[in-house]
Each structure stands twice: as structure tokens, then as C-alpha cells.
């Protein structure tokens, strides 16, 4: 099994796996956030590489995450920023 068909089998299990860790680690460590908070949205960006030749997926819905997260990681002052703007356009692409 390639890593692409491992993420895509258990991409349901991993994410909330993931976001549940992300929570309570940002509850253990706050003086990290802007660092866990980048490194999560890079995981979810790049778990969604695999679905990328599927006709219903849209790209963006990897890319955003993953560019936010670069962001983060490279200006951590626009944390507040960088989550409200995915939110925003994450949200909008699910109207869609």
C-alpha cells in the first residue's frame, strides 16, 4: 500500500485523531500555539494530496490549510489572521 492509498483508508480515523490531539496539546503547551497551529493545518493540507484526482474534490481544500499553515510558520504574528481567513474560505467552498 502507498502512502497516498494508507492516507486516503484512514484519513476519517486520522483527522479527528489528529484535531483532537492538536486541542489538547495548544490546552498543555498555549506558549506553542502559533507553532502547533501551523504544523496542523501543513498535516491536513498535505492528508488531502491524495484526493486530489477525485472530480467532486477541489484542491483548495488542501491548499488553503497547508498555505496558512507556511504563514504561520514564517510570520507567527498573523495567527489570528491566518485562522480567519481559512475559516472563512474553507466555509465558503462548503456553500459551494
Not at 3 to 26: D, H, S
Request: no cysteine; proline share 9%.
Amino acid at each position: 500500500m502507498n502512502p497516498a492509498q494508507f492516507i486516503a483508508q484512514y484519513q476519517p480515523v486520522m483527522e479527528p485523531l489528529l484535531t483532537l490531539g492538536t486541542g489538547i496539546l495548544i490546552l498543555i503547551v498555549p506558549r506553542l500555539l502559533n507553532y502547533i497551529v501551523a504544523v496542523y493545518f501543513i498535516v491536513i493540507g498535505v492528508m488531502g494530496f491524495p484526493h486530489w484526482n477525485l472530480p467532486t474534490y477541489m484542491p483548495l481544500e488542501s491548499l488553503i490549510p497547508l498555505v496558512a499553515g507556511i504563514v504561520i510558520l514564517i510570520i507567527p504574528r498573523f495567527l489570528n489572521y491566518a485562522v480567519a481567513i481559512t475559516l472563512i474560505l474553507l466555509g465558503a467552498l462548503g456553500l459551494f
